[in-house]
């Protein structure tokens, strides 16, 4: 291990399926700098997605790995440490436990992180450092990362994600998952392509929408070193021709013989022909792809940089929210969702937010809830028009937007589905852990957005918002009309009785007419 250096180092632990890694870094002269990198095999995948627990065995095992990687970190003098895992916590049924275990053992606070937040940091990450290739085509690039338990899909369209998907298949859960067909089988080969096309189906972007494809993921080095990859910098160049060849090749062969064939060991030797196959199962989504851009990156790259560079935090939050909005509204489109009416809700919301933010105490973050409700909250319309709002949460509560974790979904489904003139219940919010201080953000959020939407009523967009004023007992607001905003004003009355309940102010609506300007 090399001596401590100088700079506030982070670490950087991530407790994968088939190994647990720490990364030790600094920021030096505004570069991240690798001071050290420690990985240990371990076989926590295999075990999960066969039995779908962590072992009593296995939890020690980590619990060992993770003393002598906090033991190595004292001698850099590192305090900033993160600990995080994704598919393989996720999906064990006991995550629960190894997280009590190892704060109580190890004194770490695990992390596990959803798909879609493993998803937009490794995107964010991608696109971070493909923006520095100026050579590189980037939009409509299709941008996928194929872990061992995980595929997450992207569309980029040169400024925003515009859609994503997770597919909850990967190389080594492949693997395992048609472990028993291929000893049965003599026809395995055909029979995982088959399944994988089944798999890759689901991944709604036409082909006339993908013009490059970007891929990464856990075993990007051995399916490079095996297609004859070149690589400049941090960034791997793969002829789609050459990637078709070498799957061409193995898919022939047997485990053992790959095994020789490449100089690797036999269980690597079965990872890579599922790994190659997603690879090149992920060409069939777009035609006419003649080579593939593979960045070496992965998720300790991203919080690392988070963790260390100024602004990066708010300069993620500000493209994944950028990027949900983006997805939101193609997925708006899909239901026939009135765009001016959408537009103006969420105008006035994102107004009525920041006006009386000292007011309502809500967190910056939840402002994208409200704008991402204004988008979807007509969409059930599309299903059911006797019952639109219950059908709006209950499509919305399903959704995959960008970036957005599962609670936030939720949360988005509720305000966008919530009835517009009875108290809403809260209890009808799902599987968002309920606080009393939760259950009152929510009616927050509610409120705000029952006015917003009562402004626009008419979806004609009739108002323009001209004025707010706050004082004691009343929110005022003055609205320009451009024609009898009537249907508005009544609206409006209706929705003020919940706000008056939430935040104790009466909502005022005082309407003036363009021509009397």
Request: neutral net charge; glycine residues 6%.
């Amino acid at each position: 291990m090399n001596k401590k250096l100088s700079g506030g180092p982070a670490a950087v632990i991530e407790i994968g399926s088939s190994a647990v890694r720490m990364r030790v870094s600094q920021l030096k002269h505004g570069e991240i700098e690798m001071l050290d990198s420690l990985e240990y095999p371990v076989f926590f995948g295999h075990e999960v997605f066969t039995t779908g627990r962590i072992s009593f065995e296995s939890l020690r095992q980590l619990s060992s790995i993770l003393t002598k990687f906090t033991t190595a970190l004292e001698g850099y003098n590192c305090k900033n440490v993160r600990v995080v895992s994704s598919t393989v916590m996720r999906e064990a049924e006991n995550r629960s436990f190894v997280i009590d275990q190892l704060k109580i053992h190890n004194n770490l606070h695990l992390e596990i992180l959803e798909y879609s937040e493993e998803k937009a940091l490794i995107c964010s990450e991608i696109i971070r450092l493909l923006k520095k290739e100026s050579k590189i085509e980037m939009k409509d690039a299709l941008i996928a990362y194929v872990g061992t338990g995980s595929i997450g899909v992207a569309l980029y369209d040169g400024k925003a994600i515009c859609t994503s998907q997770n597919i909850p298949i990967g190389s080594l859960k492949l693997h395992d998952a048609l472990g028993a067909l291929s000893r049965e089988c003599d026809d395995f080969y055909p029979a995982v392509e088959e399944y994988l096309d089944i798999i890759l189906n689901r991944v709604d972007i036409p082909k006339k929408d993908i013009r490059s494809i970007i891929l990464t993921g856990s075993d990007l080095e051995l399916v490079a070193s095996v297609c004859g990859a070149e690589k400049s910098g941090d960034l791997y160049t793969i002829s789609a021709k050459k990637m078709h060849a070498a799957y061409k090749e193995i898919r022939m062969m047997s485990h053992s013989a790959i095994a020789r064939r490449y100089n690797i060991p036999e269980e690597l030797a079965e990872i890579l022909y599922t790994a190659l196959s997603i690879y090149t199962g992920m060409l069939r989504l777009s035609d006419g792809v003649q080579k593939v851009i593979c960045p070496d990156i992965d998720i300790c790259d991203a919080i690392t940089r988070h963790m260390l560079v100024p602004g990066a935090q708010k300069e993620y939050i500000a493209q994944t929210n950028e990027s949900a909005i983006v997805s939101a509204k193609r997925i708006a489109a899909k239901y026939n969702c009135h765009g001016a009416h959408s537009d103006a809700i969420s105008e006035f919301a994102c107004t009525l937010f920041d006006k009386f933010k000292s007011l309502h105490g809500l967190s910056s973050d939840k402002k994208i809830i409200l704008q991402l409700a204004s988008i979807l909250h007509s969409c059930g319309q599309y299903i059911n028009v006797r019952m639109p709002n219950q059908c709006s949460f209950d499509l919305i509560k399903d959704l995959d937007i960008f970036g957005l974790t599962h609670e936030q979904i939720l949360l988005t489904a509720f305000v966008a589905g919530s009835d517009e003139f009875t108290m809403p219940n809260v209890a009808d919010a799902g599987a968002i852990p309920m606080t009393e201080e939760r259950r009152l953000e929510i009616l927050k959020l509610v409120a705000i957005f029952r006015l917003a939407n009562a402004l626009d009523k008419s979806k004609r967009r009739k108002l323009r918002i001209s004025k707010i004023r706050i004082t004691n007992e009343k929110l005022e607001i003055k609205a320009v009309a451009s024609g009898s905003a009537l249907l508005e004003k009544w609206a409006f009355e209706e929705c003020a009785g919940l706000f008056k309940e939430v935040f104790g102010l009466s909502p005022e609506l005082q309407i003036k007419s363009e021509l009397l300007k």
